[in-house]
């Protein structure tokens, strides 16, 4: 349509991907243009029936097709698959996408972005968490580099809330019919966990703004809250018993690994090629439990969430009424996991 800005999006099938195209699309002021390998996935066809979006058939590590999606567009959002392309991939082909955007005369560009957990850190290589590093590396370069010609924003997420349903956070359904969760965190240790159902209208609120969200990290949370007080909520929200159960990571990996020596990347399979880039499941999550255990992570600025969107939802008790939360597992939150179940079933 005339008049409307078009943004081009890298990763708009993902569990962040989706709302944002979503709420871009929804909000009638933008075209919304899908970088997809795969238009006839289901994620795909879901974002191509929404009004003013299109999909462009490519791939995130092809820089012919960078070019193709950003060419002509006003603004970005990219989020790499970083599981999928490695620690060392993601760093060249972030370094590229943005470097591309800009020979495409790009003039405001989002980075989804992890807080750099190993600057963080002190470089203190036990919290060298793989699929954080890289991105948060990538946030630093982009952010250096000024905000002329192209205007650019971060875009930081924390552990995802959803994975309360579906992923490495969902409990474990006890005879009796109670909640158990068992991981690494000590049970009074808080997480800065994310809605994904309000992620669309932060970025919304990033492509509206430019005079405001340029050059910020806009790091978001929904609540900071403990695996005690998500225990409490459930127990609140749904009736049932619930608890945690902190264990040492050496417990807890053969319980969540996906498979017995999987790396970062496991949804590439067990003999996928690899180099000494690709760390293991256990490194690297060692590592992000770890982060997360020790409270390392800065403050988020709620003030400024707040501002932007008066009526975000606030705690995690209100999220699970808000999503039916009954403790079970549902949906596919992860697209990594759902493309991995996809090929489990082939």
Partial sequence: MAGLKEIAVI??????????????????????????????????????????????????????????????????????????LGEKDELFYGFRAYEIARSEHVQHYVWAHIEYALGNANFDESYHCGHMVSKGRVGKFILALGQEPMKTTLFSTGPYMDMLIDGMMTPNIQPDGSFLW???????VKLPLIALCDVGIYNLWIFDNPSESAGIDLSVVTDNVSFEEIAEAVTEVTGKPASHQSVPFESYAPLAEPYPGAYVNWALGPDAPRDDSIMSWRDNFGAFWRYWGDGITPSRDTEILDRIYPSRIKTVREWMRHVGYNGTRRGSVLKMVEDWAVKMAS
């Avoid at 068992?182 to 009074?188: A, F, T, V, W």
């Fill in 11 to 84: 990763g708009g099938t993902g569990a962040q991907g989706m709302p944002v195209v979503q709420a871009l699309s929804q909000s009638g002021r933008y075209l919304v243009r899908v970088l997809t390998r795969n238009p006839k996935s289901s994620r795909a066809e879901k974002l191509a029936a929404l009004p003013n979006v299109s999909l462009i058939q490519g791939t995130q590590e092809n820089q012919k097709d960078l070019h193709r999606i950003f060419k002509g567009v006003y603004g970005a959002w990219v989020n790499l698959d970083g599981f999928t």
């Fill in 182 to 188: 068992i991981n690494p965190l000590p049970s009074d």
